[in-house]
């Protein structure tokens, strides 16, 4: 079958939100108007399927909890952190990476160093190293040898709050920024992008926190 065929289907990471406008901008133009205007539509469309296509795909992708991680190899695999991640976590991972096919455990990468409870890891992106961090447990590390870990990280990724004294070169992805950011996906360059699934002054329903009404006082319908 066509669908079986080498080729017949290509992966692509997740597009801007740019670029998905002017696509059913464009779209839209063309299916409404009747007269030969609507070819006009084409060109915000094309605009936007070649911005998508241009798009790089990331190099590190982390989940609102921080609980997962998934990091671009040197082969263009995802490799991710939790060896017993669900179906859902590695099919999302997978998709949103721009890869189609099983991902391989992180620890299992030549540069990475790992623990029960922490992964260290080293990628040539951009013309430099970078060293990342990720915390892969429940379990808490030490607040001395966590300290001195951030200290020498450029990311520093967990699933919990870490302690003010924990500053890396760069960026730290724990619970209290995660909170606010929701996913991240970083793209690792000279100067590198960081893309978050919150927007600033974002204010939906599902994140918002819960609101309780007071009860009304006694004899009051």
Avoid at 116 to 143: F, H, M, N, Q
Avoid at 161 to 178: E, N, S, T, V, Y
Wanted: charged letters at 25%; one cysteine or more; glycine letters at 10%.
């Amino acid at each position: 079958a066509a669908a079986n065929a080498p080729g017949a289907l290509a992966m692509l990471p997740g597009m801007p939100g740019g670029a998905y406008a002017l696509m059913v901008a464009g779209g839209l133009w063309f299916a409404l108007w009747k007269t030969r205007v609507r070819v006009a539509g084409a060109i915000p469309a094309a605009v936007g399927v070649v911005w998508a296509l241009v798009t790089p795909m990331p190099d590190l992708l982390v989940t609102g909890d921080g609980r997962h991680l998934a990091l671009r190899t040197a082969s263009g695999e995802i490799a991710i952190l939790r060896d017993r991640a669900g179906d859902y976590v590695r099919d999302m991972m997978a998709e949103n990476g721009g890869v189609d096919g099983e991902l391989p455990a992180l620890a299992d990468q030549r540069d990475a160093r790992c623990s029960k409870d922490l992964c260290l890891i080293d990628v040539e992106r951009g013309g430099r190293r970078w060293r990342i961090a990720a915390t892969r447990s429940g379990y808490l590390v030490p607040w001395r040898e966590m300290i001195a870990v951030c200290r020498s990280m450029d990311i520093v990724v967990a699933d919990r709050r870490l302690p003010p004294g924990c500053a890396p070169k760069w960026l730290k992805l724990d619970r209290a920024l995660l909170n606010r950011t929701g996913g991240v996906a970083l793209t690792l360059r000279a100067t590198p992008e960081v893309r978050t699934v919150r927007r600033a002054g974002a204010r939906h329903p599902w994140i918002e926190a819960e609101r309780v009404m007071a009860a009304h006082p006694a004899g009051m319908r």
